[in-house]
């Protein structure tokens, strides 16, 4: 069977999800494995935290990831970069919204997405659709 032909349609939702939990299992992963950090404006950061304490039992708690998410659903960026790099105009950076997301996710290759809707991910299924995501294709690894 041509792979190329093949079209893959996701809800905004279950991209959402995939995403999430890629940031839960694999972000650590992917920033620490290729010298990257998630950047976030730290006012978005503090409202979405706020926005999600409020919205929530007292016995539920909110995780990083949670806080990221709700970061992109507020209509703000999430941004990969380069850390320590010596020269500041030669860092790499790449910054995604909610809508890459939504667009992005459906591009992580069909085993890994698979893998990911199956409930059957590790930190490398996670990292590929991270990769995916932020930076449109596979770079590491």
Known sequence: MNKEGLKISLTNEL??????????NSLDYMCSGYG?????????????KAKLSSDSSEFQA???EDVLMQILRDGNFLTIE??????E??????????ADVHERVKNVPLDHLLDMINENDDAVTGDVVLQTVFLNEIVYG
Request: aromatic residues 16%.
């Open 82 to 87: 380069e850390d320590g790099s010596e020269l």
């Open 36 to 48: 990257l950090s998630v950047d976030y404006s730290k006012e978005h950061y503090k409202n979405a």
């Open 15 to 24: 991209s959402e999800e995939i995403f999430f939990n890629a940031l839960c």
């Open 89 to 98: 105009d030669m860092k790499f950076f790449n910054s995604i919204n909610l």
């Open 62 to 64: 909110i995780c990083y």
